[in-house]
């Protein structure tokens, strides 16, 4: 099957299916099964299954099983079905428009990013993993920065489809990483701050300037070579985006920016945020 964003074009439509359905069963209310029925138009079989809003409503243990089969029915396309009962399905293909609608209701890249990393990868494919996104995730959740996930889940499904958005994204996760080691939080004017002023202030805080406390360990001039390098790509990002390549300014013919480039500018990003979130976390030990 093949969807226009993010989704692998082999994906297995069981695979969908049981993301979809884990989702909704962590998610839904009576409300939400009703909106997803209007707009797919299976709100009078939602009303009309025997088990399914009753089982939700008393929390019974076979509820899992009758979100499965409404999910089922739900995504198979119109005109194809060949099973017997009426919440089965026998195709090999998922309908495209009613899996949009879910998607969207459900959030369903961010949700399986943070409870079903495996189900995402296989719907979605693991296409940030070479530029560090799951080592950026699992150093954030020690410090408690839930914002580092929002924008790890936006990067992975930009990278290819949205360039620009995984830069707008990248940057964005780079000041909320800064703006926290530095105790910036809020929308005060103490935290109107750029990329370089935040990296600044973040080195000062953290000791890695040449007159802070790491100063002048060993590696610590090599090391302060390699911020740089990594600093100046880390501003490009910032530069990008006001050229509009990136999110955030509303441009109507924004030009288009090639993969590689975009990966480039999202790899500083996300090397940077790491390396700054493991910094900060040594300071706290």
């Known amino acids: 099957m093949a969807r226009g964003e993010t989704m692998q074009r082999d994906v297995k439509p069981e695979k969908v299916v049981l993301a979809v359905a884990k989702a909704i069963e962590a998610k839904f209310d009576r409300g939400d099964w009703l909106t997803l029925g209007y707009e797919t138009g299976y709100a009078d079989r939602i009303r009309e299954h025997p088990r399914l809003l009753r089982s939700l409503d008393w929390n019974d243990e076979d509820y899992s099983g009758h979100v499965l089969d409404m999910v089922e029915a739900i995504l198979r396309p119109p005109g194809q079905y060949t099973g017997a009962g009426p919440y089965r ?8 428009a009613h899996f949009a609608v879910a998607e969207r209701m459900l959030g369903l890249p961010e949700w399986l990013t943070q409870h079903e990393p495996v189900l995402f990868s296989d719907i979605y494919g693991s296409q940030m993993a070479d530029v560090g996104v799951d080592e950026l995730q699992a150093a954030a959740k020690q410090l408690g920065l839930a914002d580092v996930d929002e924008h790890a889940a936006r990067i992975r499904r930009g990278i ?10 990248a940057k964005e996760l780079l000041e909320t990483v800064l703006k926290a080691v530095l105790g910036l939080h809020g929308n005060g004017p103490e935290t109107k701050k750029d990329i370089p002023h935040l990296l600044k202030e973040a080195n000062i805080a953290l000791g890695l300037d040449p007159a802070g406390v790491r100063g002048s360990e060993p590696g610590a001039v090599q090391r302060r070579k390699t911020l740089g390098a990594l600093a100046n790509l880390v501003n490009s990002i910032a ?11 509303g441009l109507s013919q924004r030009p288009t920016l090639d993969v590689a480039t975009a990966r480039l500018a999202v790899s500083a990003a996300v090397t940077a945020a790491t390396f700054y979130i493991e910094a900060h976390a040594a300071e706290q030990v």
């Open 89 to 96: 399905i026998s195709t090999k293909a998922i309908d495209e």
């Open 160 to 169: 290819r489809d949205d360039p620009a958005q995984a830069i707008g994204s």
């Open 239 to 249: 530069e990008l985006r006001n050229a509009g390549f990136g999110t955030g300014h």
